[in-house]
């Protein structure tokens, strides 16, 4: 069974930067769509970006011109680079792939998922 593993989160403070990674077990990225969806606190899980083959990404408005996401095939890893963050990009960020290459960002369209990893983002 594939399985991704996130990392990459902390503490950090207004306007700095993390990069998320997601690697994967299997060669799954080069055949599924893969995203990273965040959770914060009492909030429903949210869509933030998208990569899927010829590298068309997907952003949510809220970070867009901020976060970019991109994907090593060779390392089976997937990434978010978090730029200029701000205290409202604090939360669980998960990793997740759609091996059914859909175009949905809900949650539900995507089949695979990670444990999570912690962002939070002191003002």
């Known amino acids: 069974q594939v399985q991704l593993v996130e990392s990459g989160g902390g503490l950090v403070q207004a306007g700095d930067s993390l990069r998320l990674s997601c690697a994967a077990s299997g060669h799954i990225f080069t055949t599924s769509r893969t995203g990273w969806f965040r959770q914060a606190p009492g909030k429903e899980r949210e869509f933030v970006a998208s990569?899927?083959?010829?590298?068309?990404?997907k952003y949510v408005d809220s970070v867009k011109g901020r976060f970019t996401i991109s994907r090593d095939n060779t390392k089976n890893t997937v990434y978010l680079q978090m730029n200029n963050l701000k205290p409202e990009d604090t939360a669980d960020y998960y990793c997740a792939a759609d091996r059914a290459n859909g175009w949905s960002i809900s949650i539900e369209a995507f089949d695979v998922w990670g444990q999570g990893t912690q962002v939070t983002v002191s003002s």
């Open positions: 990569i899927r083959s010829g590298s068309i990404t």
